[in-house]
């Protein structure tokens, strides 16, 4: 078992930044892949970002050039950094991990951008 938790979700104006954590409860080298999803008000998940073991990353499009995603090994954490947030952006942020091949999923965190 693996649990995640998310922070960092807030409030912001559009153009305005947000740094997501996710924080697992135990070493994050064993995990295959860690990334992040999110989901709008009435709309399906959303694929975000991942980055894989080896270190390599990919981005959705609607967040490529805007959105970063790091680790931290010695912290078990993973993170989001977020920059010229959109009001598209609003959505609930979900951190995941693939262990043996379950996937585990964090509670999420909320992110609003509105002027």
């Known amino acids: 078992q693996v649990q995640l938790v998310e922070s960092g979700g807030d409030s912001v104006e559009p153009g305005g930044s947000l740094r997501l954590s996710c924080t697992a409860s135990?070493?994050?080298?064993?995990?295959?892949?860690m990334g992040w999803y999110r989901r709008a008000p009435g709309k399906q998940r959303e694929w975000v970002a991942t980055?894989?073991?080896?270190?390599?990353?990919n981005f959705a499009e609607s967040v490529k050039g805007r959105f970063t995603i790091s680790r931290d090994i010695a912290a078990n954490s993973m993170y989001l950094q977020m920059k010229s947030l959109k009001p598209e952006d609003t959505a609930v942020y979900y951190c995941?991990?693939?262990?043996?091949?379950?996937?585990?999923w964090g509670r999420g965190t909320q992110v609003t951008v509105s002027s």
């Open positions: 980055i894989l073991a080896g270190g390599t990353t």
């Open positions: 135990k070493n994050i080298l064993g995990f295959r892949n």
């Open positions: 995941t991990v693939n262990q043996f091949g379950l996937d585990y």
